[in-house]
């Protein structure tokens, strides 16, 4: 499932057209490298279409996933404020959009209920993240992988529209 309906599920359409107007489209090429481990970034992303690499930037350069169509990169970093631990390469020629972290930190200042809202929506994002690594690794509880709570669920219809929204906006751009 793609995670960005779990963020986009907690916004309200009011929200997701204040990201799209403030938000903007970079196409990147294969090779392109859009963060750089130990560099701050200054803003979050969204994967529109094509494949970013997260890699170690060590000596091998290992390549810790693949992030396609839907994806949220520079989410830890926007929380805390803290430089990426990982690099994100372009894999294949891709297409993300961008809102800086000075555009969301207004939009947090001034309005509390996307605050609320937004603050939700990255938790479910990474709590969904990190069960899946934690899946990945063997940990997990099979029988329970594809459960959803029936709360976030109502959300992710209305959140695929909503990213369909982002889509169809950035490709006319």
């Known amino acids: 499932m793609k995670r960005v309906l779990f963020f986009l599920g907690q916004l309200n359409d009011r929200d997701v057209e204040w990201m799209i107007h403030n938000g903007s489209k970079m196409e990147l090429e294969a090779g392109y490298r859009l963060i750089n481990k130990g560099e701050y970034i200054d803003s979050l992303y969204i994967v529109l279409s094509g494949q970013l690499a997260v890699c170690t930037d060590?000596?091998?350069?290992?390549?810790?996933?693949?992030?396609?169509?839907?994806?949220?990169?520079?989410?830890?970093?926007?929380?805390?404020?803290?430089?990426?631990?990982?690099?994100?390469?372009?894999?294949?020629?891709?297409?993300?959009?961008?809102?800086?972290?000075?555009?969301?930190?207004?939009?947090?200042?001034?309005?509390?209920?996307?605050?609320?809202?937004?603050?939700?929506?990255?938790?479910?994002?990474?709590?969904?993240?990190?069960?899946?690594?934690?899946?990945?690794?063997?940990?997990?509880?099979?029988?329970?992988?594809?459960?959803?709570?029936?709360?976030?669920?109502?959300?992710?219809a209305q959140a695929g529209s909503r990213f369909g929204q982002i889509l169809h906006r950035f490709s006319e751009v």
């Not at 989410?75 to 372009?90: D, L, N």
């Open 58 to 156: 060590g000596k091998t350069n290992e390549t810790l996933a693949k992030l396609e169509s839907g994806e949220i990169v520079g989410e830890m970093s926007f929380i805390e404020s803290r430089p990426p631990s990982v690099s994100v390469i372009a894999a294949k020629p891709s297409v993300v959009y961008k809102i800086s972290r000075e555009m969301i930190n207004y939009r947090l200042s001034t309005n509390m209920e996307f605050r609320s809202s937004f603050y939700y929506a990255m938790a479910l994002f990474l709590s969904n993240r990190l069960r899946k690594t934690t899946d990945q690794l063997g940990y997990g509880n099979p029988e329970e992988e594809d459960l959803i709570d029936t709360n976030i669920l109502d959300g992710v």
